[in-house]
């Protein structure tokens, strides 16, 4: 792994939501929220870090959303102390990356958070919860 430098919690969240945004499971939750709180989408297109009121507003669309910052949902018992880097992964290294382990990874990908296994899972037909595996499989298609 090639550590390109420091980041910052914003910044975190700013690319969370710009991808969730374009997922067809997450991204009209997130419009929802968005248009109930007067926000425009650019507030997710065209972060601006600099801005304290947007990054605070990224945070609690967040929150809302995933629960990030309440320890629930997505982001239960994710630590509380952290540090953001953006880095480069080779290939292999990607390969070898797991999900968080959060309740519907585990179980898509059989137990082991491996995307790999959730990819062999996923093109054997099986789904975890009941939740329909096409919106995966075109995301991924997209790529």
């Not at 975190?12 to 945004?21: D, H, N, Q, Y």
């Not at 650019?42 to 929150?63: K, V, W």
């Not at 939740?131 to 997209?142: G, S």
Request: charged share 25%; proline share 3%.
């Amino acid at each position: 792994m090639q550590v390109l430098g420091v980041s910052s919690e914003d910044e975190m969240v700013a690319c969370f939501l710009s991808g969730e945004l374009s997922s067809k499971r997450f991204g009209q939750n997130l419009r929802s929220h968005l248009a109930a709180g007067g926000q425009a989408e650019q507030l997710l297109t065209y972060p601006d870090l600099s801005d304290a009121g947007a990054n605070f507003a990224r945070r609690a669309l967040l929150a809302a959303t995933r629960g990030y910052g309440e320890n629930r949902d997505l982001f239960e018992n994710f630590p509380t102390h952290r540090t953001w880097n953006r880095a480069l992964l080779s290939a292999d290294e990607a390969a070898d990356v797991r999900y968080v382990g959060y309740s519907y990874w585990v179980e898509l990908s059989g137990g082991s958070r491996r995307p790999t296994d959730a990819a062999a899972r996923i093109k054997a037909g099986l789904r975890a919860f009941d939740v329909p595996n096409e919106p995966i499989v075109e995301a991924t298609r997209a790529l």
